[in-house]
DNA sequence: TAATTCGTAACGTAGTAGGTTACAGTTGAT
DNA sequence: ATCAACTGTAACCTACTACGTTACGAATTA
């Protein structure tokens, strides 16, 4: 299990692929073919990577849609453990 | 790009787990403390493995939450992967 | 000053996870 | 043959999320 809470995908988004090539959130935005209001939702953490948009970041960056969707399910694993000890479930195997 | 149709995970869980253990529907859905129509939708594919739910697989079965939501993960990326052409998305970097 | 960029509120649509209740079909034991 | 248990699933509900358009104020830049 995880020790620190994860940056947001979004954040790696804007610090990895935006900022180094200079790209304006509503060039991005036009670029993926999306609104700009979804991309500053994924920015800022307010929205998660789906499996699509992890297809279309793949396709504007180059990047692998797996690796976005894997940032995506850490980020949202991570905040599921937090709350392991409140679930009641029963063991079914060692 | 993975080839073939993956397996839902809800199949998994009852070839890997369920059946092995000879434990039935009713009495997973028990241990896991949800409705045996979730678990029912999960094994039959009409439902994705949420976070929690991964939480949960781990805690009754004695694996990763990690695994289970790859698995889901991986599903749903195979059927984005399928729509890729479909995407009108411009390149911004090589 | 004028134009651009950005975050975000307000509103709507669509889809999904999850619950309860109820029904019909199958299977196994008596 | 009957009864109990198991199963899938339909119907109905709530809550949340992804995504869109429009519109606004604040900040930045030409």
Redesign the interface.
Known sequence: MRMHNPPHPGEIIKRL?LDP?G?SVTE?A????ISRKTLSAILNGRAGI???M???LS????TS??SW??QQ??Y??W???Q??KQ????????
Chains 1, 2 share one sequence.
Request: aromatic share 2%; net charge neutral.
């Open positions: 692929c090539l790209v991005a036009q670029a993926l073919d789906s499996p699509e992890a297809v279309r396709m504007a960056f180059g849609a797996e969707l894997n399910t850490q949202d694993l905040h599921a453990e709350r392991r679930l009641r479930v029963a063991k079914l195997a060692v």
